[in-house]
Antibody, heavy 120, light 107 residues
Framework: QLQLQESGPGLLKPSETLSLTCTVS??????????WGWIRQPPGKGLEWIGS???????YYSPSLKSRVTISVDTSKNQFSLKLSSVTAADTAVYFC????????????WGQGTLVTVSS | DIQMTQSPSSVSASVGDRVTITCRAS??????LAWYQQKPGKAPKLLIY???SLQSGVPSRFSGSGSGTDFTLTISSLQPEDFATYYC?????????FGQGTKVEIK
């Protein structure tokens, strides 16, 4: 059974860089079939797609976050990562990592999510 | 970007009721639509992909239909474990976008 687990700091100060890692177990991340993505959810609000990576290279980012986001893959560790620079309170959210199956269309496996709070 | 609009924002229903949620895309997305269920404090769960394909392990009381710009998620007979928030997501193009969610509450 595929499992995804997010990890990283839960509290950041404004202007810092958010760094999260998603560790994949029960399957290989080095698979041309799937995309790997990040989604966030501010407290009490809806889901926002942040970005996705495919085939260890091609990346796709939300236009509203593109200038601050980097997604990368480490196949040796079976992990993929998210970096979001210059965070503000508006970036406070639960961050989910997920696999995109169905040719990268839908998110079929999700991590449990990790709350990141930005506060001075 | 393709905007996704769900209606209603919330619905009150009883166990055994038939519930229908609609999702409209701001432009045509063929059948590239997914539906998710999310319970408080949990990650979303994929229910339906490609507008009408039931994800493995999802009960058959869930069904999806539609193509182009208009889509529906139907729960044929609401069960206690179905009280949750439901989201649609377009999968036609990047950036991927979600609807704002529909909360299904106990009447």
């Amino acid at each position: 059974q595929l499992q995804l687990q997010e990890s990283g700091p839960g509290l950041l100060k404004p202007s810092e860089t958010l760094s999260l890692t998603c560790t994949v177990s029960g399957g290989s991340i080095n698979n041309n079939t799937y995309y790997w993505g990040w989604i966030r959810q501010p407290p009490g609000k809806g889901l926002e797609w942040i970005g996705s990576i495919y085939n260890s290279g091609s990346t796709y980012y939300s236009p509203s976050l593109k200038s601050r986001v980097t997604i990368s893959v480490d196949t040796s560790k079976n992990q993929f990562s998210l970096k979001l620079s210059s965070v503000t309170a508006a970036d406070t959210a639960v961050y989910f990592c997920a696999r995109q199956g169905d040719g990268g269309k839908s998110f079929d496996y999700w991590g449990q999510g990790t709350l990141v709070t930005v506060s001075s | 970007d393709i905007q996704m609009t769900q209606s209603p924002s919330s619905v009150s229903a009883s166990v055994g009721d038939r519930v229908t949620i609609t999702c409209r895309a701001s432009q045509g997305i063929s059948s590239w639509l997914a539906w998710y269920q999310q319970k408080p404090g949990k990650a979303p769960k994929l229910l339906i992909y490609s507008a009408s394909s039931l994800q493995s392990g999802v009960p058959s009381r869930f069904s999806g239909s539609g193509s182009g710009t208009d889509f529906t998620l139907t729960i044929s007979s609401l069960q206690p474990e179905d009280f949750a928030t439901y989201y649609c997501q377009q999968a036609n193009s990047f950036p991927r976008t979600f609807g704002q969610g529909t909360k299904v509450e106990i009447k």
